[in-house]
């Protein structure tokens, strides 16, 4: 089991920018695809971002342009950088890892997240 510590989240200003990271476990980094997931109160956990192993990544529509997914499998780390943060896109945030990048449905464990507060 890959364990996964996501960091980074804060409270910032409507406009404003973070950067996540999530360190996994282990020295299968390599062979997973990486997901970044939200998870707003009361609603369902949704994907945002993904990179697979050779660096295809995918974005939902509502993050295209703003947010940027990277790996870097030398430290086994993912990272989700937020520009232009909106009020809506405040939510706990949480990174998984997989043979490709999928929805949040197909995952089995969870780390603690890192909780984003973006203020108007």
């Known amino acids: 089991q890959v364990q996964l510590t996501e960091s980074g989240g804060d409270l910032v200003q409507s406009g404003g920018s973070l950067r996540l990271s999530c360190a996994t476990s282990?020295?299968?980094?390599?062979?997973?695809?990486m997901v970044w997931f939200r998870q707003a109160g009361g609603k369902q956990r949704e994907l945002v971002a993904g990179?697979?192993?050779?660096?295809?990544?995918t974005y939902a529509d509502f993050v295209k342009g703003r947010f940027t997914i990277s790996r870097d499998n030398a430290k086994n780390t993912v990272y989700l950088q937020m520009n232009d943060l909106k009020p809506e896109d405040t939510a706990v945030y949480y990174c998984?890892?997989?043979?490709?990048?999928?929805?949040?449905?197909?995952?089995?464990?969870w780390g603690q997240g890192t909780r984003v507060t973006v203020s108007a």
């Open positions: 998984n890892a997989g043979l490709e990048v999928t929805g949040p449905e197909h995952y089995a464990f």
């Open positions: 282990g020295n299968f980094f390599g062979i997973y695809a």
């Open positions: 990179i697979t192993t050779n660096g295809d990544t």
